[in-house]
């Protein structure tokens, strides 16, 4: 199975290149969407903004439905200071910790932005001595510093800054030469990247998948409705294929793909679980089995809304989720190859 791998690497560097927190994702939904296109996949977007593309199969009476997520963590303007300073509140589960010093952008109504820093209240150790190391990191501790000469709220609100405004974290996206991707967001590009990967062999190699696929690419996953509407009425599978998080006491890496056995929502499907190991093993991937204890995705979504069809889980391993996340190109290819052989 020879996949063109650039193809997919060069699409998710792009797509994490494009900001898309929960709530602020068409131009991302709107990139994947012209990229389905151009390899010959139609698509339609739901009243929510998500995108489904469709592949016919050799069986239409029946669908496949496989999701990724395109929305991401970030923020949004939560109170504007009289020091000139921006407070911001979290868009999806992060340590507050872990985008201290992260260069970030607001987005204005207007669409304008304005580059700043996160920092501590407290950030300056010649200032504040032993309270810099001490001070807890959270919403309160936390302001964004802009770029402008501000030093009023007034002086922010003539920007055009208003309360409510996104906030878009730099993914400081880099691949390496060995074969390394670091960025933030890779929860879960990295997965729709691999959405990409398995529609493109499809068409280029002519094959039809078993039953007719649709690749939802939800938008709201980080903070929990993402597949809970609009799924094809026909699927009676639904795979999401979402990021798998190595560390202690964790089976995943980033070399593999991971089947999920469960996570927070409970155990997924054991049927379609045994299924994909059974591939995954027969076509000597490399795979790993993993339960998430902190963990939700598309399909625990789907479930919790009351659709009635089997859900599983897979994905590429993904070094300190939500945080400076790292995956490895041949987790994603292994992701792609598990799609295709469970399709096919």
Not at 108 to 126: Q, V
Not at 262 to 282: F, Q, R
Request: hydrophobic share 35%.
């Amino acid at each position: 199975m020879k996949l063109d791998m650039n193809y997919v690497i060069d699409n998710l560097v792009s797509l994490l290149n494009i900001p898309s927190p929960s709530g602020n994702t068409k131009k991302a939904i709107d990139f994947v969407e012209k990229e389905f296109n151009s390899i010959g996949v139609s698509t339609y977007k739901t009243n929510k903004g998500a995108l489904i593309a469709t592949i016919p199969g050799k069986y239409q009476e029946k669908e496949i439905t496989l999701s990724g997520h395109v929305d991401t963590l970030g923020g949004m303007v939560k109170e504007i200071k009289s020091n000139g300073r921006v407070k911001l509140t979290q868009i999806g589960g992060y340590v507050w910790s872990t985008i201290e010093g992260e260069y970030v952008n607001i987005q204005n109504s207007n669409g304008k932005l304005y580059s700043g820093t996160i920092l501590t209240t407290k950030a300056s150790s010649h200032v504040h001595g032993e309270k810099t190391k001490t001070l807890e990191r959270n919403m309160d501790n936390m302001e964004i510093r802009l770029d402008e000469k501000v030093s009023s709220k007034e002086d922010i609100e003539k920007l055009g800054i208003n309360v409510g405004d996104f906030i878009f974290f730099d993914p400081r996206t880099v691949v390496t030469e060995s074969g390394f991707i670091k960025s933030r967001h890779l929860d879960d590009k990295a997965g729709v990247a691999s959405l990409l990967g398995i529609a493109k062999y499809l068409i280029d190699n002519n094959i039809k998948p078993e039953y007719t696929t649709n690749f939802f690419i939800s938008n709201y996953e980080e903070v929990g409705h993402g597949a809970s509407a609009a799924i094809p009425e026909k699927t009676f599978e639904f795979i999401a294929i979402d990021m798998a998080a190595p560390g202690e006491g964790q089976t995943s890496d980033e070399h593999s793909v991971t089947i999920c056995a469960k996570d927070s929502s409970g155990p997924y499907d054991l049927e379609l679980k045994n299924k994909l190991v059974n591939l995954a093993k027969e076509n000597n991937l490399n795979y790993k089995i993993d339960i998430y204890p902190y963990y939700g995705s598309d399909g625990s979504a789907a479930l919790r809304a009351g659709y009635d069809f089997k859900v599983g889980l897979i994905g590429p391993g993904v070094d300190a989720s939500h945080s400076f996340e790292r995956t490895h190109k041949e987790a994603i290819e292994n992701t792609i190859k598990l799609g295709l052989l469970y399709l096919i």
